[in-house]
């Protein structure tokens, strides 16, 4: 088994008489994205302050890769932290300074590099973050979501190995959080860090994340991937998981994988050999989508899909959830493939008629630059109540069709 990056052994924390940490064991695995979820008032930022060196534990042991910190020389923890890097949950920009100034600061402070790859890397950060036409602007002259996107790029402006998110969504709108999620995962795909968020309000955290670390009563009561998540026995459970379930149904008009898992076996499984479809819609590219268009856009695109999707469907007893980070899934129980596809004439009719124009100016608001093209697709299969949902949906995708085109262009 792979060593871990970061690791905590029986890590306790208390201030004073109150105990923030108690007997904390934690893994943190190199180039994954690992969230760390909680109330709020929990201890997550404390405990993101202990893997960064901000706070040391009362008891206990942290490991950076396999060693203890508390026995590395200064030589050694200097080059261990060096690789960190930390956004601030209230960004933390310096107000008097422009964009540009702003992401630079970390390379004049820490590094002798000439002025003019210093100028090169912060270009290249901006452009990636979205922020070009800002370079010359102040904090105060920002939206929220260009001032993350700024905190963003100058976390990342020194390269680093693993950076810290602390509560990077919070007082943001539903669609931002949903932007500022995927622009955090699209970004450490592209760079290959390791990424470790806390947050008390992590929407589709099933799609950013490949360890959840959950901290309830001062300890890490579950750690292990989403999908375990999901099987997780624990009270735990009812505090945390409906408070993002219903914060998830706010940012995409969709259930969470969860409460459809929940709705699915209610429906389909309480006796055998009932048929029913599903039906996979797909927004083809997009990766090269936000790219275009930028991450509002997109998650603009997304949540409102996802709304005229269960609006439709819903009404008929369709149940909708979000399977991947461009995949949106119906099932329609005791509905046959020849009534789907009856459904699924009026639906396209009326996607095209009603839903196309309000996407396409949405996409138009946030355009970037140049001309946009999205590609709906939508394939439906039929199964009985007791089949393999993942082998109907690879017979659903292998039938997808184009249902709908989305076209506009910055300032329409």
Known sequence: MKTPLIEFKDVTKCFGDKIVLDRVNLQIY???????????????????????????????????????VSEMSRSDLAGSFG????????????DS????????LPLIETTRLKKTEIHRKVLVRMKQTELTEAAYKYPSELSGGMQKRAALARALITDPRIVLFDEPT????PVRKNAILSMIAQNQRKLNFTAVLVSHEIPDVYFISNRILALYDHRIVFQGTPEELENFNHPFMDEVINSLEGLQKELTGLYSKRQFELLNHLQLRRKGGETFCLVIFSLRELDAIVSQIGHDAAQEILRNMGLFIDKHFGAIGGISTRRATNEI??????????????????F????????????????????????????ILAGAAEGQSRADIDALLE????????????QCAPGE
């Open 30 to 68: 190199e180039g994954e994205v690992t969230t760390i979820i909680g109330l709020s008032g929990s201890g997550k930022s404390v405990l993101l302050k202990h893997i960064i060196g901000l706070l040391q534990p009362d008891e206990g042991v942290i490991l950076f890769r396999g060693k203890p």
């Open 83 to 94: 690789q960190i890097s930390y956004m601030f949950q209230g960004n933390a920009l310096f």
């Open 97 to 104: 300074m422009t964009v540009y100034d702003n992401i630079a």
């Open 170 to 173: 919070t007082g943001q709108d």
């Open 329 to 346: 899934l119906t099932v329609l129980p005791y509905s046959n493939l020849a009534e789907t596809e009856r459904i699924m004439e009026d």
């Open 348 to 375: 396209i009719a009326d996607f095209n008629r009603q839903a196309v124009p309000s996407l396409e100016e949405g996409a138009c608001k946030f355009a970037l630059g140049g001309d946009v093209e999205l590609t």
């Open 395 to 406: 017979q659903a995708r292998s039938k997808q069709k184009e249902i709908g085109r989305l």
